[in-house]
DNA sequence: TTATTATTGTGAAAAAAATTACAACTTACA
DNA sequence: TGTAAGTTGTAATTTTTTTCACAATAATAA
């Protein structure tokens, strides 16, 4: 039993274990083979104390002369934040964002992909875009759990996001990315993450300010 | 010298306060007047008692017989948030992101305005798009002190992160809004906001795992 | 009038996250 | 050999954010 602590990582160190993993993996291709703690820190704009510590808490252990072996770090995340099987993902609004979504995606990780995407504009559906399938909304039951689609990016418009929660939930999905500007609600054991642009402009503004 | 107090407001309630603003001014739309904590909190999927502190700390208070005023609220919120001039945007780089966040945005705040587009492809220079003017990036360093632009979006290609952030900053620019996946560093007195969708794809599916 | 219920406002406690401080180790080299 | 410089690992502290607990108040109904 290697660990139940994955369970119980902090959700920011979480966060961090994927930028962790792409900036690496970015220093590998240019031939490095270790890293310090400063190092990865001023990479991602961190303190090298909280590159450590995240280390730490997933148990990997550098050595005082070389830093950090970078693909075993690389190695050690993926164990820990990839699922084994993979997971399949759909686009829920092939509009500018969900196209947008998509393309800068398509083939960055081995083990989650795209597998499908739905809108109800009958101009894009029943065809490939981006490299994906793009289904009528009105097969999403269908096509969820057909497709062993876990998790769900919705980049519909803001009226219709109710009604396309409501058929992902009934469809059985266990994640959604909500990218609309309405907050939604999901029952126990379904996982929500929100995330609106203007919020972000607005805090960024405020700052400025 | 109204507060100070704005300026010590929590990150995180400001960036609620940003939502609360929304959701209140559809409630607004729906005809309603006043909203209670457990009302406005079932709507952002949070506790009570966070909405009222939240508002305890901008200084507004309610009744208990009639909860808050939306109106009221809606306003105190917008002069603590928005900035008295108005600040203005530019989006960088006009592929299917840019142009999401343009479209989605356009109009939407009134002391918020994207007066400008900028892209290295000379298809999409010269021209508007979206509603907004869009510029060969050589010409950044001339038009964002023109059109007093302090806040950037950042939406362009990885490997052209580093070298447009230069030029932004030299341009003078006062807030990053970075939506590439390469981390940014930025000199003091200049704001920055990260967000890398691949990061919250990969949380969120650590999560459902 | 007097309970009862529902609400706000807020001090205090708890939980989550980041930072500080420092011991322990490794290497380089005087 | 011994010491100086640079590194990791982690306990302890501090800071930030959320939650708990409850007093105060208003409206309602018995």
Redesign the interface.
Known sequence: MPNKKNEDLP?KT??RL??YR??LFNSLQEGKTNIYSHELAR???LTPVQVRRDLMLIGYSGSQSKGYIIKDLVNLIGK????DTG?R?AIVGM???G???T???LG??E??SIVAAFDNDPQKTDRIIAGVPCHHINKLKEIVPAESI??A?LTVAPEATYEVAKQLLEAGI??I?NYT?V???VPEGV?L?E???????????????
Do not use: C, W
């Open positions: 959700g979480v966060e994927s930028q792409r900036l990479l991602m704009n820990i934040i990839d699922s997971q993902i509009g500018n964002l196209r947008a979504i393309s800068y995606f960055k990780r083990k989650l876990s998790i990016v266990k994640g990315l500007s907050p939604l609600t996982h993450e995330y609106d642009i203007i919020t972000s402009l607005e805090k960024l503004a405020f700052h400025v300010k």
